[in-house]
T-cell receptor, first 112, second 115 residues
Framework: GNSVTQMEGPVTLSEEAFLTINCTYT??????LFWYVQYPGEGLQLLLK?????DKGSNKGFEATYRKETTSFHLEKGSVQVSDSAVYFC???????????FGKGTHLIIQP | EAGVTQSPTHLIKTRGQQVTLRCSPI?????VYWYQQALGLGLQFLLW???????NRGNFPPRFSGRQFPNYSSELNVNALELEDSALYLC??????????????FGEGSRLTVL
């Protein structure tokens, strides 16, 4: 079956540090890949996505590249801000009856 | 354009009671998904509705049920509430889920506390 594995937090960084949150997936075929962000007390917002191998999704300074050879979709940002503090979910979707398959989420804490 | 809306936003129930949560998808979306986000357990898939039919359900007991109306809005019902049902219940919508590999659009959620 499908599964998504991401590093579990909390991850604590100082402002302006470099961020990497690892995500790997298992799936038949070629799923679409997503990063969602959940700010405190809110629902999930799409951060970025990639639909095929070697695609790079980017938004708000975050980037992730769909790597088929390593089945990975790591999230990166060059310089994090306090406002980036949130829970980040990696997810895959291949169509069909199971919607999105989520990782367990990574709680990111950015300290000033 | 309105996003996915859910109601109520917060509610408190006691063990054994029943609850109904409501969701209105984005206009034009026919698929509605329900997820449970319990503390420390990530997001668990509950149910998928499309065109008024239940298309798939996750590994939850039958006391979790729902339906989708002709206008594509949806209800999630939970009977005989247990303490461990305390969670944030998230609704998401998309175009037809069967072939769609695009993103799901989420509501803000309904936070249920069972005492």
């Amino acid at each position: 079956g499908n599964s998504v594995t991401q590093m579990e937090g909390p991850v604590t960084l100082s402002e302006e540090a470099f961020l990497t949150i690892n995500c790997t997936y298992t799936a038949t075929g070629y799923p679409s890949l997503f990063w969602y962000v959940q700010y405190p007390g809110e629902g999930l917002q799409l951060l970025l996505k990639a639909t095929k191998a070697d695609d790079k999704g980017s938004n708000k300074g975050f980037e992730a590249t769909y790597r088929k050879e390593t089945t990975s979709f790591h999230l990166e940002k060059g310089s994090v801000q306090v406002s980036d503090s949130a829970v980040y979910f990696c997810a895959s979707r291949r169509g069909g009856a199971d919607g999105l398959t989520f990782g367990k989420g990574t709680h990111l804490i950015i300290q000033p | 354009e309105a996003g996915v809306t859910q109601s109520p936003t917060h509610l408190i129930k006691t063990r054994g009671q029943q609850v109904t949560l409501r969701c209105s998808p984005i206009s034009g979306h026919t698929s509605v998904y329900w997820y449970q986000q319990a503390l420390g357990l990530g997001l668990q898939f509950l149910l998928w509705y499309d065109e008024g039919e239940e298309r798939n359900r996750g590994n939850f007991p039958p006391r979790f049920s729902g339906r989708q109306f002709p206008n594509y809005s949806s209800e999630l019902n939970v009977n005989a509430l247990e303490l461990e049902d305390s969670a944030l219940y998230l609704c998401a919508s998309s175009y037809f889920g069967g072939a769609d590999t695009g993103e799901l659009f989420f509501g803000e959620g309904s936070r249920l506390t069972v005492l």
